[in-house]
């Protein structure tokens, strides 16, 4: 019997699945207490997703209750009982059909991007906003309230987020009207969090947050950010709100700025919760008022907020620093904004962990660190530079000051500061020189890689060198030069401190040769301090220190030639009478006469050497004397007739040869290790030289089985041979290419491609036709890459198909790697050749769009040569199917006649130039920025930037089109440079509208580029437009407005006649040794073009509503000691008399009054207050904040406003609590000295004091504008 059937007596049988036993039907006639009888109409008002959940469960388990049926029937059952199995199994089936037909019937509504139905859940979620509005006014149980709105709450957050569409049904109102009783005070922390949660879900725009902000939930949102840690679930969802209606509710005036709908009650309450440090929320409330200051300045300046970050910028956390530099950085490009700020006190604090560094311990240098990075920040943009050099550069000069800070740590680490400001690379022997080390274990061999950069164009100087070049300008004329040498004077004898320092010096006496304008470079170079100190000898300890430093500086530029030629020289071509070349050049002619010799050897000495060799005494190669073997091949076989008598006479290129035979396992079975790599190239050099003579090819092709042999291995592999026989270890499997010398077989192979002979032996063996077939493998991905990379193909054949064969393979990492090795083909080839071109140009056209990424990489790369480039356009290729990322080749096409003529007659020029007089111009420059932002940042570095291109200002447009002559004539019937022209004298000084001041930059990039070539000059000179752009760069407001002049003059000053131009404007450019321009140009007045006009500081309104004062005395006396509490000095003594206040029953009103509390709420919501003084205020009344309060707070909120026409009511409000006693009144007989302390209030039947005409001693008013950082 099976086991999930149980007879329980012989008048009630349970039928159950295996799985549950959750229905149970009895055969008496009745049902179950624990069975359910299901009704189709329990469907009607719920979700199609819940209908169909239960038809699905009714549907399987009435299958259950048929499945245990039938299992009974074929039991034996009396008569009665198996006719009640059978009307059961009958209603079953009945049941379980109908529920299948109400499945299939259930109707197809109208569904969201989501998939759920919009009509249902529309329906829904008015229901739920209904079903809260019915428990608003149920008093039941506080708990199960709570649960019951937590549920419903938590049902509609559920349908709003599946639910998009329905948000926008919903009317703000009625959701938050039915939501604000949960947010009162007697409701739980999680019951509040949900209802924040609703209405964070319910906005969708900024009309739905206006709509939002009239329903008076400001209050509410204070209590939740003034509650502690204990709440957190309630604060994050708040926070999570604000967050929701700066992002949807701020209405943007242009630009990055614009109207954030907070009230400033709700500001200064997120601030108090941003300044408390034990605050889990902080640093996401710190974030958040970094944006509002992006977002809306005035509003966070009226509320504090900039003070505040400006405090944190300085010593807040070291996590959130950059975030706030930055975003201080974007308020000092506009001088809208900037006004909030004050010149030589406010943003100079940044900098204070290392201007203040002096005495702190060694516990700072971690906060230095961090400041540090800020500072480089904040110098490697315009907005930052320019105003350090604001007051004479009183900030570059301070930086520069803290080098003299007689603190080693605190030198050492601002030097550092300096090597990454300049963006100077320390390679490792720097270490070295700094321990005071020798330096001869280093050479040059050791730093290859870092003296022979694979750049092209290393003499092309970049953007980030035209702004260090500026950098370098302003510190060396802040003094950074002296205070260098000052660090030098006090360690003669040396020291790691003064050997960096001398590194540092070296660099930047290198980086001013290379960068800056002969003029300023020769005075940096001078370096009269130090000669004038070696020259004196009268003072023999000046002297000393003037002479070791001149020494230092020689010994480190010694050693840089030494240990780093390319960053003297670049990696060009050598010259033919360059050390270098001479080296090589003696090496070939030892060799030749070496070979010439070897080829002259006689009879008794060849004998001779072929015996040393030890290959005819020994089979083992491990005895073969491998030096003499390889001078053998290289120098006397090479001799035809000494080739024929080693395989006729001696037989030993037989047992050479026979080494290397596949099968013979001795070569093949080598491990693949660095010292056995030697085999495989002697292998080589047996090939090249059996190549030269016709008794060695003879005896390859015909004699030896080392080519058939061969041939057997591919065959093992080969998916077409029907005769290859399968081997469960074929020679070229995975594994022995991997860990034997197999693979050497590919670079034989790969040799004997190089000589006609060669591959007529390889086409007689069909080796070809193995390759071909091997390149449908896609398993052999390794064998396949180690064919490609060993062939030749200098000699047009079959190598070729094979190559072309690879780069059409259906297999994508196998299409990669042969376009790849194509493009190195093309990269290392001295002259440009066609058939390289041709299979290139195929690839553009590819189905995959990463070969075709790669190959406009490549070609790109490639028509840097004039030569290739003329080639390519020669071959007219069709490039407009490869969209953006050909751009850059097809610009390229532009600066050659040929090719420009081919675009125009394709329609690519018109039709290009409309889209860059439109929209390109702006990407331009977003390009260029985003490029320099990441190249400046701390974190970024010039070789991992994400942009196409690499440093240098990237090809545009009217800068390709100038270089024809053609070009200049289509620019000239366009007239798109006079609208560029009018453009710039008509908004060369906007400083407001953010759109006109980036389609200003675009114009003068446009304006830069053209000038930038020899045949756009004369339209610039026509428009007299050099003048106005020189008038921006030292007029405008907007610091990166200047900057965008700065690299458009240097673009100007890249031909020799815009440098004579620029310097009739006092702009100098910086030339090569030859006297060509490098496209760097510097101002000769640097103050005039660095520094911004100073402006004063702007203090908003306070624009507070006057409310009538207290008239009672309880009020005036409690509102009095709340106001003190802002007051640090007086705030203990004033909570100590509130503490009293609250105990004592003629205050209790006080504490209990809903107007009273509206009036505390104003109060701290118009003055600083700590977080945890906010806390201990709302602590003291005892008035739960709900629908009812609020609504007596905003009655009490118009009853209480003055008339600002009126005058106010006279009344006692210059009595203030005073830390010395109530003044004038005199002490009761009880009173003692501590109680005069604690107790600062009056008794309630004391009669008035009256007013003295006198002022105080001390007057303790709240202060209500806070300047500079006072607390």
Not at 137 to 149: E, G, W
Not at 291 to 314: V, Y
Not at 868 to 883: A, K, N, S, Y
Not at 1196 to 1206: C, E, M, R, T
């Amino acid at each position: 019997m099976p086991s999930h059937l149980t007879t329980l007596s012989s008048a009630s049988i349970n039928i159950s699945s295996p799985s549950t036993a959750a229905s149970s039907i009895t055969l008496n006639g009745s049902v179950e207490p624990g069975s359910d009888i299901f009704s189709f109409a329990e469907l009607e008002g719920k979700e199609r997703n819940e209908q169909l959940e239960l038809l699905e469960a009714r549907l399987l388990k009435e299958n259950r209750i048929k499945d245990g049926a039938e299992n009974l029937l074929n039991m034996e059952l009396g008569g009665d009982l198996r006719d009640q199995v059978v009307s059961e199994l009958r209603t079953a089936n009945k049941t379980a059909h109908k529920t299948h037909h109400r499945r299939r019937e259930e109707p197809e509504h109208e569904t969201d991007e989501r998939g759920d139905d919009f009509r249902t859940a529309l329906r829904n979620a008015h229901d739920c906003i209904s079903s809260l509005a019915s428990l608003k006014t149920d008093n039941s149980d506080p708990a199960n309230l709570d649960r019951q709105m937590i549920g419903v709450m938590t049902k509609l957050v559920g349908i709003l987020r599946r639910n998009l569409r329905v948000r926008y049904d919903l009317n703000i109102p009625e959701v938050v009207q039915p939501v604000i009783p949960a947010l009162a005070d007697k409701r739980s922390k999680e019951c509040r969090a949900v209802a924040y949660r609703v209405i964070r879900h319910s906005l969708v725009d900024a009309e739905s947050v206006k709509k939002l902000n009239e329903q008076e939930i400001d209050w509410y949102i204070i209590r939740s950010l003034h509650r502690d840690n204990k709440s957190a679930v309630e604060k994050e969802q708040a926070i999570k709100l604000i967050r929701a209606i700066v992002e949807m509710g701020t209405v943007y005036n242009g630009g990055a700025s614009g109207a954030v709908p907070l009230s400033e009650p709700v500001i200064r309450a997120f601030i108090a919760v941003a300044e408390h440090a034990d605050d889990p929320f902080r640093f996401i409330c710190i974030q958040t008022l970094a944006e509002l200051a992006i977002l809306d300045t005035d509003l966070l300046a009226k509320t504090g907020g900039i003070r505040f970050l400006l405090h944190a910028i300085g010593e807040g956390p070291v996590e959130i620093t950059p975030i706030l530099a930055f975003t201080f950085l974007h308020i000092v490009d506009s001088p809208r904004t900037r006004v909030h700020l004050r010149v030589g006190t406010d943003l100079e604090i940044a900098l204070s962990a290392v201007t203040d560094a002096y005495g702190k311990g060694p516990e700072h240098s971690e906060r230095m660190q961090s400041c540090t990075k800020v500072i480089q920040l904040m110098l490697r943009t315009w907005s930052g530079l320019m105003y350090f050099c604001m007051d004479g550069m009183r900030a570059i000069r301070s930086l520069v000051d803290t080098l003299k800070i007689p603190s080693l740590e605190t030198r050492e680490i601002i030097l550092n500061m300096f090597f990454e400001i300049f963006n100077i690379k320390t390679p490792e022997w720097y270490q070295t020189f700094i321990a005071g080390k020798r330096l001869t274990t280093y050479h040059r061999d050791g730093l290859k890689s870092e003296s022979e950069a694979p750049e092209r164009s290393v003499q092309t100087l970049k953007l980030t060198d035209q702004y260090i070049a500026l950098l370098l300008l302003v510190f060396t004329n802040a003094g950074l030069i002296e205070a260098l040498i000052s660090i030098m004077e006090e360690s003669p004898s040396g020291s790691s401190l003064g050997r960096k320092a001398t590194l540092l010096m070296g660099e930047i006496l290198q980086m001013s040769n290379r960068v800056l304008p002969l003029s300023v470079a020769a005075r940096i170079q001078a370096l009269p301090a130090i000669f004038s100190m070696a020259s004196d000898y009268s003072d023999g300890e000046q002297r000393l220190v003037g002479v070791s430093a001149l020494s230092a500086l020689d010994s480190f530029n010694r050693n840089r030639t030494r240990l780093e030629p390319g960053a003297i020289k670049p990696p060009s071509r050598l010259r033919a009478n360059s050390v270098d070349d001479a080296v090589r050049r003696g090496q070939r002619q030892v060799e030749q006469a070496r070979m010439r010799v070897g080829m002259q050897m006689d009879d008794k000495t060849f004998q001779t050497l072929i015996l040393e060799t030890q290959v005819m005494l020994h089979k083992d190669h491990a005895k073969w004397n491998f030096d003499t073997l390889q001078e053998l091949i290289e120098g006397p076989l090479l001799n035809p007739k000494r080739m024929e008598e080693a395989i006729k006479g001696t037989r030993f290129i037989k047992r050479l040869m026979s080494f290397f035979h596949p099968f013979s396992h001795r070569f093949s079975d080598m491990h693949h290790i660095k010292v056995n790599l030697r085999w495989v190239r002697l292998g080589c050099s047996l090939l090249t030289t059996l190549m030269a003579s016709q008794d060695g090819i003879r005896y390859l092709a015909l004699e030896d089985q080392f080519m058939p042999q061969i041939v057997k291995c591919f065959a093992q592999l080969d998916p077409f041979n029907s005769q290859g026989a399968p081997d469960s270890d074929p020679m070229f499997s995975k594994r022995r290419i991997a860990e034997t010398l197999t693979y050497g077989y590919l670079e034989m192979l790969g040799t004997l491609s190089k000589h006609k002979e060669g591959i007529e032996i390889l086409e007689n063996y069909h080796i070809f036709t193995a390759f071909y077939h091997l390149s449908d493998l896609k398993s052999r991905e390794d064998l396949i890459k180690g064919i490609i990379e060993n062939l030749d193909y200098s000699i047009d054949g079959h190598p070729r198909i094979v190559l072309s064969k690879a780069l059409t393979s259906s297999h994508k990492r196998i299409q990669l790697y042969a376009t790849q090795h194509l493009g190195e083909l093309i990269r290392s080839s001295p002259m440009a050749n066609s058939w390289t071109l041709r299979l290139l140009l195929t690839q553009l056209y590819d189905p995959s769009a990463e070969v075709r990424k790669l190959a406009v990489d490549y070609l790109e790369e490639a028509c840097e040569s004039k030569d290739i480039l003329e080639l390519v356009v020669e071959m007219r290729p069709t490039m407009d199917h490869l969209g953006d990322i050909g751009n850059a080749l097809l610009l390229k096409f532009m600066s050659t006649p040929t090719g420009f003529r081919y675009l125009y007659d394709a329609g690519y020029i018109d039709r290009e130039m409309d889209v860059w007089f439109e929209d390109h111009n702006i990407y331009y420059v977003v390009q260029v920025e985003v490029f320099l932002a990441q190249v400046f940042s701390s974190a970024g570095d010039e070789e991992d930037h994400t942009l196409g291109f690499e440093g240098t200002v990237p090809p545009h447009f009217y800068g390709e089109i100038a270089k024809t002559e053609f070009g200049c004539h289509i620019l000239q019937d366009k007239g798109h440079f006079a609208e560029f022209a009018q453009f710039i004298r008509q908004h060369g000084h906007e400083s407001e509208d953010a759109e006109l001041i980036m389609k200003l930059k675009s114009v003068l990039w446009a304006v830069g580029n053209i000038g930038a070539a020899e045949g756009g000059l004369p339209f610039l000179e026509e428009e007299d437009i050099i003048p106005a752009v020189l008038n921006i760069a030292n007029q405008s407001l907007i610091p990166s407005v200047r900057g965008t002049c700065f690299f458009v003059l240097g673009l100007i000053s890249s031909t020799s006649q815009g440098a004579e131009i620029l310097d009739d404007y006092q702009w100098e450019a910086t030339l090569t040794p030859m006297g060509m321009p490098t496209g760097l140009c510097i101002p000769v007045e640097l103050d005039e073009f660095i520094s911004l006009p100073p402006w004063q500081q702007y203090i908003p309104e306070q624009c507070n509503i006057q409310l009538i004062p207290p008239t009672t005395e309880p009020e005036l006396e409690a509102l009095t000691a709340i106001q003190n509490l802002a007051n640090t000095v007086i705030a203990n003594a004033a909570s100590r008399s509130l503490a009293r206040m609250k105990s004592r029953p003629e205050y209790r009103s006080v504490f209990t009054s809903p107007a009273m509390l509206y009036r505390v709420l104003h109060t701290i919501s118009t003055s600083r207050y700590r977080l945890p003084v906010r806390r201990y205020i709302m602590d003291l009344f005892k008035v739960e904040l709900d629908a009812d309060v609020v609504a007596a707070m905003i009655d009490a909120s118009k009853k209480l406003k003055a008339n600002p026409d009126l005058p106010l009511p006279k009344t006692d409000l210059n009595r203030r609590l005073s830390m010395f006693g109530n003044i004038g009144r005199s002490r009761r007989p009880s009173e003692s000295d501590e109680d005069d302390e604690d107790d600062e209030m009056d008794d309630a039947s004391q009669p008035d004091v009256p007013k003295v005409k006198e002022a105080p001693a001390i007057a303790l008013h709240p202060v209500n504008k806070i300047v500079g950082f006072a607390y």
